[in-house]
């Protein structure tokens, strides 16, 4: 079984930064793969950032170059700075790990950007 636990989410003004975090626990494989989605209310969720099976990064359009992933392996962590925050990008942020055909998902950490 995986666990992941997001963290890092709150309320900033625009043009802030925040910096989430997620830590997976449990039965890792060296072949996951981890990124990050969002979901806004009354939309579905999207990918933001992910790491693709090759280690390459991918990004959604609306975040690329404000939003940066990265990964740190002996922790099982990945990350998500997230810079020159907008109002549009307000949504729950969820961590998502892929391994042996199965998905596994965080709780979500909640990102409000408002004045």
């Known amino acids: 079984q995986v666990q992941l636990a997001e963290s890092g989410g709150g309320l900033v003004q625009p043009g802030g930064s925040l910096r989430l975090s997620c830590a997976a626990s449990?039965?890792?494989?060296?072949?996951?793969?981890m990124g990050w989605y969002r979901q806004a209310p009354g939309k579905q969720r999207e990918l933001v950032a992910s790491?693709?099976?090759?280690?390459?990064?991918s990004y959604a359009d609306s975040v690329r170059g404000r939003f940066t992933i990265s990964r740190d392996n002996a922790k099982n962590a990945i990350y998500l700075q997230m810079n020159s925050l907008k109002p549009e990008d307000t949504a729950v942020y969820y961590c998502?790990?892929?391994?042996?055909?199965?998905?596994?998902w965080g709780q979500g950490t909640q990102v409000t950007v408002s004045s």
């Open positions: 449990g039965s890792i494989f060296s072949s996951a793969v």
């Open positions: 790491f693709t099976r090759s280690g390459m990064t």
């Open positions: 998502r790990l892929t391994q042996l055909d199965a998905t596994y």
